[in-house]
């Protein structure tokens, strides 16, 4: 059985921490920019250039950001899964303990996530 050094296990905590913020950042970056790119304004009722849309334009704006967030997600979802995987089998048990509730996070965001800000 392979001991660290315990300020080796403090230092790989940070820097999971710090790439589980980075890669949740990247997603809420890219879901926010497919969300505000300028087609659909006011809450996503009346395009940016004027005019309201129809069903059909609205129905496709909202498939596009939904597309974005939720593959937004599922990238980010399986890159946390899969350090999990990886450091269950190796045994650092520490990293898994960090991962779990990461996930739980990607989790509750997508569950509450809305394409639209209501205004």
């Not at 009346?46 to 005019?51: E, L, M």
């Not at 979802?77 to 048990?93: D, F, Y």
Request: charged share 15%; hydrophobic share 55%; net charge positive.
């Amino acid at each position: 059985m392979k001991t660290d050094h315990p300020a080796a296990r403090v230092i790989t905590a940070v820097a999971i921490l710090i790439m589980d913020l980075v890669l949740l950042m990247a997603a809420g970056h890219t879901i926010g920019r497919a969300r505000d790119r300028g087609v659909l304004c006011d809450g996503g009722a009346v395009f940016c250039s004027g005019g309201d849309p129809t069903f059909a334009q609205w129905q496709a704006e909202m498939d596009f950001r939904s597309t974005v967030a939720y593959g937004s997600y599922t990238v980010v979802a399986a890159i946390l899964a899969a350090s999990l995987v990886v450091a269950r089998r190796r045994g650092r048990n520490g990293i898994v303990v960090i991962q779990v509730p990461a996930l739980a996070v990607v989790a509750v965001l997508a569950a509450l996530w809305e394409p639209y800000r209501q205004v």
